[in-house]
């Protein structure tokens, strides 16, 4: 079977000022991937790795500098509506209600007032919103907040999800919860989710696979299959292999950044 | 003990409310000795260079019960070049800054005019604009679009630039257009800071009208207060004055009352 998300040495530099003259910083050096339909894929690596770079290549939203990422086998070059992104700041528009944020980006499409309106609708009920339609952003915690970049992104109806560490600005419980949520969204939805976060212990949780990159430029080190029984509850976390992937993942994370700090002590 | 001190809760409602209570006789005594002051000023000056405020507002009231309706016919001939300069100014400001804040090369060519004319007295423009389009409304109407405009252009402009790529990244990825992009996030984000270049742009405006009313043709709210000082009917040229303050004062605080409404929203 063909991969539903294909991403082929992908390679880019930024350039950054520094005394009259500018300097390249390359971010990621030939990284290759490929995730399957329905599946859930995390990405784990030191800060700077160029995580979320890749996620932007993945949208469109960054072009790469070499390298190409396949959707379905077709190039993507811009975004597009097979992809939906979310983002770690939420991206919520102050001054549009909950249900307005929702409707968004089928506004942008196009989509006819009332129709759009039962899309959000659903979907605001879908991530336990109901009853927050005419809020503002404001009103709301970090975690609703997040639920309504879910509840955004599904509105969209992609088929792949790239989430941006969705939960890093939110609180250790309502991450839990938000992790339990996503795991039941996913399963219910079947959808494609490219999943980016900075803790080890999320990323073994959540996925089918967890990609360790090594630090800048950012590569790919190692894949690690997540081989742990679903429909996954915060029980999980208990069972002995779970702390094996989970050591395992850190050894190999810990060796990255060991690497490159030597690296860096060198230069 | 009193039996308030023992619930606390309404302890602090008859503090906020004695709070209250205090700010209004604050401004009630401020006010009632400052018209004191202005009548025995105005009684004991001399009549031709200031009104006691009975006065003032004698003629203020039969101002406004004249039936030459003269106060009235000013305050519409100022409205007429009011209006369409501060309309013009706003959308051409906006669109101008708008412009100079997402484009660098409208940037790169605009900003060193906008710079020069922000920083020239419009005033001294007069005598070359009267050459080149003659005396009339249309010429007080340029005069306060070229008054007003630049504030509201340089607030947009500084507000487009600080678009956040939290605001306009979220609307890429969903494939937004780039006219989209401008009218659904860039100018809603920018919105505090064009009521504020609005503001600076209505003060402008209102200062600059009279100001022509002046010196271009004798006419309108500045026209009455030319013609009133200058055969020095002291009690009668407070008339106009009372309209344009209350004028400011009113679309002021309409705006500020926009801003405070909206400004809610994106504190978070």
Known sequence: MSPKLAVEDIRKTFFKAEKNDIVGIPVLDGVSLSVSQGEFVSVIGPSGCGKSTLLRIIDGLIQPDQGRVLVDGAVVTRPGPDRAVVFQYFGLYPWRSVLRNVEFGLELKGVPAKQRREVALANIARVGLKGFENHFPHELSGGMRQRVGFARALSLDPQIILMDEPFSSVDEQTR??????????????????????????????????????????????????????????GGVRAQPRFGEIRTYAWEILKKGIQESSELTAVQ | MTAIDDNPLQAERARIRRA???????????????????????????????????????????????????????????????????????VLGVALGVLMGRSNIGYQILDPYVTIFYNTPRVALIPLLLLWIGVGDLLKIVIVVLAAIFPVS???????????????????????????????????????????????????????????????????????????????????????????????????????????????????
């Open chain 1, 176 to 233: 839990e919860l938000l992790q339990e949520q996503l795991l039941e969204l996913w399963s219910a939805t079947g959808k494609t989710i490219f999943f980016i976060t900075h803790s080890i212990d999320e990323a073994v949780y959540m996925a089918d696979r967890v990609v360790v990159m090594g630090a800048r430029p950012g590569r790919i080190v190692e894949e690690i299959a997540v081989d742990l029984p679903r429909p996954r509850s």
């Open chain 2, 20 to 90: 209250k209570i205090d700010r209004l006789l604050i401004v009630a005594v401020t006010l009632v000795g400052f018209l004191t002051l202005w009548e025995i000023a105005g009684r004991l000056s001399n009549p031709l260079f200031f009104a006691p405020v009975s006065d003032v507002l004698r003629e203020f009231w039969l101002g406004l019960l004249d039936p030459r309706a003269r106060l009235l016919k000013g305050f519409l001939e100022t409205l007429a070049v009011l209006v369409p300069g501060f309309a013009i100014a706003s």
């Open chain 2, 154 to 268: 340089v607030n947009t402009m500084v507000g487009v630039r600080d678009v956040s790529a939290q605001f306009t990244e979220p609307a890429r990825a969903m494939n937004a257009t780039e006219g989209q992009l401008l009218w659904k996030v860039i100018l809603p984000a920018t919105f505090p800071f064009i009521v504020a270049g609005l503001k600076l742009g209505l003060g402008r405006a209102l200062t600059t009208v009279i100001v022509a009313e002046f010196f271009v043709s004798v006419s309108g709210l500045g026209g009455i207060l030319h013609a009133t000082s200058s055969s020095y009917q002291m009690a009668k040229m407070f008339a106009p004055v009372i309209i344009l303050a209350a004028m400011g004062i009113l679309i002021d605080g309409f705006l500020t009352y926009q801003e405070r409404s909206v400004l809610r929203r994106y504190r978070s």
